[in-house]
């Protein structure tokens, strides 16, 4: 297993994330001897794990099932300890379009925070890309190189551990996009755009609030950028379920044209024969609440020097 | 192969034969540079020929006669800001005078040849109302001008963003309405990198298999099912992608699958050119024979009637000779289509895909129940459709079938946002929908699953007591005290 290459069976040190149910997971590093506990009991990892396909239904010690499942970047995503406020797959998705990654870009990141658009940003530019990514604060660079070597991505990527907003990332004229993720990006234009490649390329900065959407604005319009461009996307999950909905009842009627009969000719749903009273359907309901805001995403080009 | 990926590092200039994509303004086309075309983009047409040599990015302006040059520096300027300015609009009255050029001195100034900015500036200084505007007045009113004169048009490489935001602003119905945060969602969601093998069905014009391709930068396998006699490609075509990527890409029939499925498939392609197949086996040395039977065929009716002019009979061998190559190529096509469609089959065959997308006009879900039996266990898949209803009825089949958990039905909203000093708020008009998607991970089936040494499919609670008491030795404490 790796973060940037699927295998078929689960081996000694691969992390795995175990499915539990609806909405339910957790990341396990296997490891022979040792045992996870779940709700369904005990998962042996000797037994139950190691040797097991990818995918596979495992039955814990109190008779419950879960899925094992191959780690994606996306899983991740909803499994990782947070250290921080992380990126969510909406978002990582857009910014991987819109910054133009692909298998060979050189990509510059900071914060690197809890490393889940790392993760998304590695698997999109192996195996030949590379990622430079700035963390100021120690433990938590720390923590992301040693996650790196776990999900045996470290080969891809080069933590560095300084302030981005005053000694920037580390590298001059070699990145094709930069993603800034900091809570004053515009002091780190100029940074950003040293790190860029002569013949050009991508930034995208990511902020919650409009004031800060501003300023980097102002400072990437000083600094030459172009095509800039703020946007956000909010993910709606709809959910599937079958829905009951009552007929009324208009009291006997002379003629054939029945209630029933009515709603029978507006849908094809099966009317259930016992009452006659309520047609079924099937539908997506939006959700009682849903994520409102992630924060802003703006995008600009760096020109050719 | 490093450097095949790497190669988009070099400056790389424009070529000929290379497929481009014009941009002027938020506005792009896509186009192949060849020699003398002439491009019709925007209500302008030029050539691209000045172009070829000059590096991706450069901006051109277009000059009399079609011809680009390449933009000096940057707009020497905002030269255009003038310092007056209103406060408000309590004395500006809408008498339609206030333009003191006419439609006709216009049109003059621009055939002098005069470029965008001096015209704009022109305006500028013939407009009695221009200084009275509020400062924000005056720079929209500057803006709406430089859209309609200023026509720079930039030379860029192609990418998905932009190729999807071209086909989504210019051809929405060839991409079944499929936008491109939407394509977003479908890339990330099917985890499609390099080294993967991806299943992809699409009527998207071949945009869908494109943007899959260039994630997957020619490592891995993305196999196209397609409907019909032959696959779309022509948005996959407008990436220009080297040549390596193409060897990455297979196709298969959507009409085999029930036979791949059910292990019937004829390679041998008996049904469209039962001949073509019959001397398949023969076919080096039947090349030979026939070559000399042709040969053979020139020379009998020489020597039989000398009496027919000569150049007729040239002719006519020559007319024989040609007939017979085109055989030959057919044949060499059929055999060609025949090994394609045995190495996709070959690959479909282990069952083992790494993913699966699909996105067309078709109902999806035949098409997800039929291909989804190609894809792995633990595996992505996504679907897209412009409505909702179909991959409900997705969901629904997925849940009773198994195989699928994890499974979302989603849709996403975008909204770009005007950002300028007191001026900030979001863009008047926003895309009304862009589609709906369907995602979820494969899971091993329970068929697969017997030789698990597990049986029946019982809810856990059910199943609690039973297990409890076979494997009542280890951890039974614990597990009573939840119970």
């Known amino acids: 297993m790796s973060f940037v290459e699927y295998s078929e069976l689960i081996q000694e040190g691969d992390v795995v994330i ?93 914060g690197t925070g809890s490393g889940s658009l790392s993760h998304s940003i590695l698997r999109t530019i192996a195996p030949t890309g590379h990622l430079h990514t700035v963390e100021f604060h120690a433990q938590r660079a720390e923590k992301a190189i040693q996650e790196f070597k776990e999900h045996k991505v470290s080969h891809l990527v080069t933590v560095r ?60 319009l000083n600094h030459g950028f172009e095509e800039i461009c703020t946007l956000e996307v909010l993910l709606r999950v709809h959910d599937v379920r079958s829905v009951t909905l009552p007929l009324p009842d208009f009291g006997p009627e002379e003629g054939c044209t029945s209630s029933t009969q009515m709603a029978s000719d507006l849908s094809q749903e099966e009317v259930p024969n016992t009452g006659n009273t309520s047609v079924i359907c099937k539908t997506a309901t939006p959700p009682r609440e849903m994520a409102g805001h992630t924060g802003y995403l703006t995008f600009a080009t760096k020109p050719r020097d | 192969m490093a450097e095949c990926v790497n190669d988009s590092d070099a400056e790389s200039p424009i070529n000929y034969g290379d497929y481009v994509v014009l ?10 540079v060849e020699n003398k075309k002439k491009v019709i983009f925007e209500k302008q047409w030029f050539f691209l020929d000045n172009a070829v040599g000059q590096l991706y990015g450069t901006m051109f302006e277009i000059e009399a006669g079609g011809s680009l040059k390449p933009k000096a520096v940057k707009r020497a300027g905002d030269s255009l800001d003038s310092k007056e300015a209103g406060q408000d609009n309590r004395h500006i009255v809408d008498d339609g005078r206030s333009q003191k050029l006419t ?142 990527f193409h060897e990455t890409l297979h196709e298969f029939p959507l009409c085999k699958v029930n036979a791949l499925l059910a292990g019937t498939l004829d390679l041998s392609e008996k049904d469209t050119d039962s001949q073509a197949n019959g001397s398949r086996i023969a076919e080096s040395d039947s090349s030979q024979e026939t070559s000399g039977v042709s040969e053979e065929k020139n020379s009998e009716p020489q020597s039989m009637e000398v009496s027919v002019d000569p150049q007729e009979e040239m002719k006519r061998a020559e007319r024989e000779k040609l007939r017979e190559q085109r055989a030959q190529e057919k044949k060499l096509k059929m055999e060609e289509k025949r090994k394609k469609l045995a190495s996709a089959a070959a690959l479909l065959e282990g069952r083992n895909a790494d993913g699966l997308v699909i996105a067309s ?66 863009v008047l008009l926003m895309s009304g929908g862009g589609g709906y998607l369907l995602s979820g991970t494969t899971v091993a089936t329970d068929a697969a699953k017997a030789r698990n040494q597990h049986k029946s499919e019982e809810p856990a609670a059910k199943r609690l007591k039973l297990d409890e008491i076979s494997s009542s030795c280890d951890s039974s404490a614990k597990a009573i005290s939840v119970v």
């Open chain 1, 18 to 110: 175990i499915f539990l149910g609806h909405d339910s997971m957790m990341p396990v590093k296997v490891q022979s001897g040792a045992q996870t506990q779940t709700r369904y009991g005990v998962i042996r990892h000797s037994s139950d794990l190691i040797g097991q396909r990818f995918g596979s239904k495992v039955t814990c010690s109190k008779g419950g099932w879960v899925y094992v499942l191959h780690p994606t970047p996306e899983l991740w995503t909803v499994n990782l300890p947070h250290r921080t406020q992380i990126l969510y797959t909406t978002d990582i998705a857009n910014i991987t379009l819109m910054l133009d990654l692909k298998p060979g870009s050189v990509v510059c990141e900071s």
């Open chain 1, 161 to 220: 551990n300084q302030d981005v907003c005053a000694e920037g990332f580390g590298i001059t004229g070699v990145a094709d996009a930069v993603f800034l993720d900091i809570p004053s990006p515009w002091e780190a234009v100029t940074h950003a755009k040293r790190a860029l490649k002569r013949k050009g390329g991508r930034l995208c900065s990511f902020s919650p609030c409009i004031e800060q959407v501003q300023r980097t604005c102002e400072a990437l």
């Open chain 2, 23 to 32: 941009k002027r303004g938020d506005v792009f086309k896509s186009v192949q």
């Open chain 2, 103 to 244: 439609r006709d001195d216009i049109e003059t100034l621009k055939e002098q040849g005069l470029k965008g900015q001096e015209i704009v500036q022109q305006l500028i200084d013939n407009s009695t109302t221009f200084k009275d505007k509020t400062e924000f007045a005056q720079a929209k009113y500057i803006k709406k001008k430089k859209k309609k004169y200023e026509s720079d048009i930039t030379v860029l490489k192609p990418s998905t963003r932009l190729l999807a935001m071209m086909y989504h602003g210019r051809e929405p119905g060839k991409i079944c309405h499929l936008r491109y945060d939407t394509l977003a969602q479908i890339l990330t969601l099917g985890n499609i990198h390099a080294g993967s093998k991806i299943i992809v069905f699409e009527t998207c014009a071949g945009l869908v298999l494109g943007s899959v391709m260039e994630r997957m930068g020619g490592f891995g396998s993305v196999i196209q099912m397609y409907p019909g006699g032959g696959p779309t490609r022509a948005g996959m075509e407008s990436f220009g992608f080297p040549s390596h």
């Open chain 2, 361 to 426: 006009r078709f109902h999806p879900c035949p098409v997800l129940m039929g291909l989804l039996k190609f894809v792995a266990p633990s595996r992505p898949f996504v679907v897209y459709c412009q409505y909702r209803e179909p991959l409900i009825e997705c969901y629904t089949k997925l849940r009773e079938q198994g195989g699928a958990i994890s499974l979302r039905l989603t849709d996403s909203w975008l909204r770009h946002y005007q950002v300028l000093p007191n001026r900030t708020h979001p």
